[in-house]
């Protein structure tokens, strides 16, 4: 008499979508390991080498394609961080604001970014959980002046070019020189196409 071997997992479905296929590799993904120390901060994190390491043979298994890529857009670099599944595209968005614009600093800030987009867009955690308190500490008093420097700009302008020449900086200063900028933007926008 045969008998059959009984399991208590289901089988297995081929995914459909890249968001199956993700999720799928998302349950083999491991967080990659804290190699690395920031001396600055006292904090450790995984390299961008360890990032890519833990993540890339996972998601190949599973089909989905990582790709890392720059455009300009306004006269500002970005980076674009895709993954593709079959005839399907995820794709995040990050803006490289090097604090010295040399070749150097735009290596080390797309260094960063990379690493940090990749943690976002396959859903791992590299890096110590500080709870938010450096997002949020103050800007030290320089930092300060020039975000008020910058928003004082932005609100003087009055021809969208003139706007778009301070699109780094609001960038590269943070959330309220861009809230600054597109307000501003939608406002010379409206009044461009009144009547």
Request: charged share 25%; hydrophobic share 45%.
């Amino acid at each position: 008499m045969a008998t059959t071997k009984q399991t208590d997992t289901a089988p297995q479905v081929a995914p459909t979508t890249l968001a199956e296929a993700l999720a799928a590799a998302q349950l083999e993904i491991t967080d990659p390991a804290k190699d690395a120390v920031n001396p600055h901060f006292r904090s450790r994190y995984a390299d961008l080498a360890t990032v890519l390491k833990t993540v890339r043979p996972v998601l190949a298994k599973h089909g989905i394609a990582l790709t890392q890529t720059t455009q300009i857009i306004d006269g500002a670099l970005e980076l674009v961080t895709r993954l593709a599944w079959r005839d399907e595209e995820l794709a995040g968005y990050y803006p490289i604001n090097p604090t010295k614009a040399d070749p150097q600093g735009y290596g080390s800030a797309m260094t960063y970014a990379r690493r940090y987009t990749i943690q976002a867009i396959v859903g791992v955690a590299a890096d110590d959980d500080d709870d938010g308190n450096a997002a949020s500490a103050a800007p030290s008093k320089p930092a300060h002046d020039e975000l008020a420097e910058v928003i004082g700009k932005v609100k003087a302008c009055n021809a969208l070019d003139d706007l778009k020449a301070l699109k780094a900086d609001c960038a590269r200063l943070g959330a309220a020189a861009v809230a600054a900028y597109k307000a501003r933007g939608q406002y010379l926008q409206a009044a461009a196409e009144a009547p």
